[in-house]
């Protein structure tokens, strides 16, 4: 078993959790641990799905992924690692790895997905440049500083530049590939408020143009 553990782990099908367990198994082997009867099940299992057979179905379509799939596949992930699901998937996809076919299509398939892709495909309402203002569904939660919030300023700075923004409305620096919801109108602009230093990002929904 412990060879065949290696054979598995050998291919690049072996991914994800599978290669995590797979892993762990052989580490235990290796230490003369007694596997239970549940571990060999599942072990078997693990190697079932990930047998040369599937290794050669995997290869076409790592062929198939690179050239229709990937720019997809990295909105998607983007997307899921903001909402805690699709978690170890997203971050398979993002470290630029081939997704499993199956875990992709369960993650691709579903109507949230469905709806992301949507927004990503359509064209911006805004253009950049464009002077706008908050709809009366804003609230200063809808407003943020960086792709997942990787921008972190002082409490009382992202206030002041989100009130900013309420007051006076901000010019649009981009429309930006960031979804972060399944909403409509949730694609997303880079917007400087009128007054301030740092950029904001805000959803076409909580937008409109203002007038002068």
């Avoid at 599942?42 to 190697?47: G, P, Q, R």
């Amino acid at each position: 078993m412990e060879e065949q553990i290696k054979q598995t782990l050998s291919r690049s099908i072996c991914g994800g959790w599978d290669r995590g367990f797979l892993e762990s198994i052989l580490e235990q082997l290796t230490k003369g641990r007694k596997l239970s009867g549940k571990q060999i099940e599942t072990i078997n299992k693990v190697l079932d799905r990930n047998d040369e057979v599937n290794q050669s179905h995997h290869e076409l379509w790592r062929h198939v992924y690179r050239e229709k799939h990937e720019v997809e596949a990295r909105w998607l992930a983007d997307y899921y690692m903001s909402t805690g699901y699709f978690t170890d998937l997203s971050k398979h996809i993002l470290a630029g790895a081939v997704p499993d076919h199956r875990a992709y299509t369960k993650m691709s398939s579903n109507r949230y997905a469905q709806k992301v892709l949507e927004t990503q495909r359509q064209q911006p309402k805004y253009a950049a440049g464009t002077l706008v203002s908050t709809r009366a569904a804003f609230r200063s939660s809808h407003a943020y500083f960086g792709r997942k919030d990787s921008t972190r300023l002082p409490w009382t700075t992202a206030s002041d530049v989100v009130d900013m923004f309420k007051v006076r409305g901000g010019f649009i620096l981009e429309a930006t590939d960031i979804v972060r919801s399944a909403a409509k109108g949730a694609k997303t602009y880079k917007i400087l408020p009128i007054g301030a230093t740092n950029p904001i990002f805000v959803e076409e929904r909580f937008i409109k143009i203002k007038k002068r």
